[in-house]
């Protein structure tokens, strides 16, 4: 089996425990999160791009599933030197250049920039235009996070767009359309390439990950600020954040 990695109890309970990660013989690809997994508000570990670059050469394809849009989710990939395909917008996007696939788009996301228009005049200091990264976003809306997010959810569900989602990430509050999500492109992702979900492994660290996690064989969080992403995980890094994703990297290499 592979080098051992320490870990917190599914039940999110303080006892730690010792577990063996997954033997890398046993898999065919890791899907890596990006914000608060591969790189913060700092940018990357040095040291983090070197064993990416090595796992996916050495041991296993790394693949991306990020609400980044592509243009921002694109140069991450090659920077980590990953030969996998490119999940963004929160499974609203597929690229997969590697195998010559075309850009998917699997949503509109037309009602979600609507929804937080309306929003806007709901909420005080919530600005419409959202985040930056909106002007390339095409299949959701992103809002700024203010600490208001299960009051937009409560809005949404309450309206007209009740037919739309509110997904928080940590970064940033997401406005999709349900049934986009992770997991959705990540199945049909994997499909075009053969791969069996069940023998791919999943990082993470917020709520948008957790669809994912329930999707692939092994999953692996970074982060203890959202509880029902721990209870969704396979275990918990030792360290968190980018230092999380260090510490699976380096266990994978054994």
């Not at 063996?20 to 040095?46: A, C, K, R, Y």
Request: glycine residues 8%; aromatic residues 6%.
């Amino acid at each position: 089996m592979g080098s051992e990695m320490c870990i917190r109890d599914r039940c999110e309970t303080v006892r730690k425990v010792m577990l063996e990660v997954p033997n890398p013989n046993e898999w065919d690809m890791i899907v890596f999160d990006v914000d608060g997994t591969l790189l913060d508000s700092d940018g990357f570990h040095d040291e983090l791009v070197k064993l990416a670059r090595r796992v996916d050469r050495e041991v296993m394809t790394i693949s991306l599933a990020t609400g980044r849009t592509l243009p921002n989710a694109t140069p991450i990939s090659q920077a980590i030197g990953a030969s996998g395909f490119i999940v963004a917008e929160n499974g609203g996007m597929i690229w997969d250049s590697h195998q010559g696939y075309e850009i998917v788009a699997l949503s509109d996301g037309k009602r979600a920039k609507d929804a937080a228009k309306w929003l806007a005049n709901q909420i005080e200091d919530l600005d419409p235009k959202g985040i930056e990264s909106n002007r390339w976003r095409e299949t959701e809306w992103c809002m700024a996070e203010i600490g208001k997010h299960e009051l937009m959810a409560q809005l949404i569900s309450e309206s007209e767009w009740s037919d739309l989602s509110v997904v928080p990430t940590g970064f940033a509050v997401h406005i999709v359309k349900p049934g986009i999500n992770k997991a959705s492109a990540l199945e049909l992702a994997l499909k075009r390439r053969g791969v069996d979900p069940a023998r791919v492994i999943a990082c993470g660290d917020a709520q948008n990950d957790i669809s994912m996690f329930e999707l692939v064989g092994f999953s692996v969080a970074v982060s203890d600020e959202f509880p029902d992403v721990v209870n969704a995980a396979d275990c918990i890094t030792d360290s968190r954040g980018k230092e999380g994703s260090i510490e699976l990297l380096k266990a994978l290499l054994g």
